[in-house]
């Protein structure tokens, strides 16, 4: 993933690194979900960070790495607080409350708060294309709500709300980082990121890390916990965080539509659940709206 790539390879590998985000996140929803009967999600979240923390930190290379730059320090404490924080808490709490299907559906807004966020900054323009994009991903993503029911949702309003919260602090990670990934590594950012992470959240999960009962956990739950770690964490945010380096922030948000048909596809081989031509169509229209999106913008005036 050299920086000097051809601009088609470089596009090729950041569709290919988007992908592979996409059902990293995807399988999150399915391991994260079983791993909360015996974990509580605040203490959860937090092995999560902490876990994800001691490999970054490995993979950094923060020990010889040059001084950041005056003011850096502080953004990368915001981006913690957006990106890993809240992100975490709120995401984890809120899908211990609610359902995999439906939060993978929520997470669908993540494209529309970070093209509003982008466009209030002035880093993108809306274009017909790029709306036209995320309209047509969104009815994609509606459609697989339609195909299964929101029974679940209505049952667990505050969980939704702690989703579509994770979902706006996400979003608005996306648009605030993207300029400074110019000027440090994907890997040293988000090794940063988690470091904090791990001590900002101790306040949050102290209470729950005290209550959990430690010796009930079986270990398919701590190899859960091992799999969450290692690919829709330390994996997953490595590869967002370089294609953002090297695409609009709305893409990257873009690519979240595949989530609940990626979602369904995993529920059907590990769940047993069946595929309908409900999300098959869904599919289509996530996918036809993920390339609009991530068309560039004719220059100004045109």
């Given amino acids: 993933m050299s920086r000097h790539s051809a601009p088609g390879t470089r596009q090729v590998l950041v569709h290919a690194a988007l992908i592979a985000v996409a059902i990293l ?3 999150n929803y399915i391991i994260s979900k079983l791993a909360m009967h015996a974990f509580a999600p605040l203490a959860f979240a937090y092995l999560r960070v902490a876990g994800s923390a001691a490999i970054l930190y490995l993979l950094s290379g923060e020990r010889d790495a040059p001084p950041l730059a005056p003011g ?3 953004r990368i404490v915001l981006y913690c607080l957006l990106g890993v924080v809240l992100n975490q808490s709120l995401f984890l709490g809120g899908l211990a409350l609610s359902s995999a299907h439906v939060a993978a559906i929520l997470m669908t807004t993540i494209p529309l708060f970070a093209l509003g966020g982008a466009i209030v900054a002035g880093r993108e323009r809306a274009t017909p294309a790029r709306i036209a994009g995320i309209a ?3 009815a994609g993503a509606l459609l697989v709500v339609g195909g299964e029911g929101l029974e679940g949702a209505r049952k667990s309003l505050i969980g939704d709300l702690l989703l579509l919260a994770n979902a706006l602090c996400y979003a608005l990670y996306l648009v605030l980082a993207k300029p400074i990934m110019a000027r440090i590594s994907a890997r040293r950012l988000i090794g940063r990121m988690f470091g904090l992470g791990a001590l900002l959240m101790l306040p949050v999960s102290g209470m729950s890390l005290a209550r959990q009962q430690w010796t009930t956990i079986p270990p398919r739950a701590w190899i859960a916990l091992l799999l969450v770690i290692a690919g ?6 490595l590869l967002n965080a370089w294609a953002l380096r090297h695409t609009d922030s709305s893409l990257v948000a873009t690519y979240t539509y595949a989530q609940p048909v990626i979602t369904t596809v995993l529920a059907a081989i590990f769940l047993g659940e069946s595929i309908g031509p409900v999300a098959v169509a869904a599919a289509m ?3 036809a709206g993920v390339y609009l999106a991530g068309r560039p913008a004719p220059p100004a005036g045109l």
């Fill in 136 to 138: 047509l991903a969104g």
């Fill in 232 to 237: 829709p964490t330390v994996a997953a945010y």
């Fill in 285 to 287: 229209l996530i996918f």
């Fill in 25 to 27: 996140f995807s399988l």
């Fill in 72 to 74: 850096d320090s502080w």
